[in-house]
């Protein structure tokens, strides 16, 4: 059984949306939060949003605040990115990771080793202009 099945990637023309879809299996939201990731082609791994039960905060990286929002639907265990107006700058494979919910956004946004539990398969996401 896989921890953790990103969904719902594709290719989309600039300004469309997608909802991509991260499932976690073996483990609930009350013991893992989930962060999202991205890499685009040629370049490092950035986080796009972080929830810190600790901070009582959500992080949303600047190039996507006002365009992605997230969901949680804790009985299915599934949480959502929803990704509107999409650019082609967004265009990159799209990680969920799960780590404890004490760890701080800085810790996880920092991508810091040793701090997550999970990742995800990634899914390819593709933005055409």
């Known amino acids: 059984e896989v921890p953790l099945v990103e969904s719902g990637g594709g290719l989309v023309p600039a300004g469309g949306s997608l909802r991509l879809s991260c499932a976690a299996s073996?483990?609930?939201?009350?013991?893992?939060?989930i962060a999202w990731f991205r890499q685009a082609p040629g370049k490092g791994r950035e986080a796009v949003s972080c929830f810190s039960t600790a901070e009582s905060t959500l992080y949303l990286a600047e190039s996507v605040k006002g365009r992605f929002t997230l969901s949680t639907d804790d009985a299915n265990n599934t949480v959502y990115l929803e990704m509107n107006n999409l650019k082609p700058e967004d265009t990159a494979v799209y990680y969920c990771?799960?780590?404890?919910?004490?760890?701080?956004?800085?810790?996880?946004?920092?991508?810091?080793?040793?701090?997550?539990?999970?990742w995800g398969q990634g899914i390819q996401v593709t933005v055409s202009s």
């Open positions: 073996g483990f609930t939201f009350d013991d893992f939060a």
């Open positions: 990771a799960g780590y404890r919910p004490s760890i701080t956004c800085i810790i996880v946004t920092q991508q810091a080793p040793g701090h997550f539990s999970y």
